[in-house]
Nanobody, 126 residues
Framework: QVQLVESGGGLVQAGGSLRLSCAAS????????MGWFRQAPGKEREFVAG????????SYTDSVKGRFTISKDNAKNTVYLQMTSLKPEDTAVYYC???????????????????WGQGTQVTVSS
């Protein structure tokens, strides 16, 4: 089993920045990719960004490219999501997830991920 704990959410004004953290514990060696997803009220959970533990390969959804950066610290088993130039439409609960299947590309579908954190709320005011 893998446990994921997110932190760093909060309330920020439009144009501001936040950094989310996801600390992984347990059988982390069994996972290949870490992803960030988000879910706004009344909407489906969507992929935001992902990163490979080993290669560092990253992937982003188009709406956050140039504004969000995903990174990792293998020694700390922690993944980060640096969010800048935040917009009200970025408001959502942000979830960290882990994929234990080896893939050439970072998966973007929720069903591809095996472990999930409890989520952290990000609210961007206009």
């Amino acid at each position: 089993q893998v446990q994921l704990v997110e932190s760093g959410g909060g309330l920020v004004q439009a144009g501001g920045s936040l950094r989310l953290s996801c600390a992984a514990s347990g059988r982390t060696f069994s996972t290949y990719v870490m992803g960030w997803f988000r879910q706004a009220p009344g909407k489906e959970r969507e992929f935001v960004a992902g990163i490979s533990w080993s290669s560092g390969r990253t992937s982003y959804t188009d709406s956050v490219k140039g504004r969000f950066t995903i990174s990792k610290d293998n020694a700390k088993n922690t993944v980060y999501l640096q969010m800048t130039s935040l917009k009200p439409e970025d408001t959502a609960v942000y979830y960290c997830a882990a994929d234990r299947t080896y893939r050439i590309l970072v998966a973007t579908m929720t069903g591809s991920y095996d472990y999930w954190g409890q989520g952290t709320q990000v609210t961007v005011s206009s």
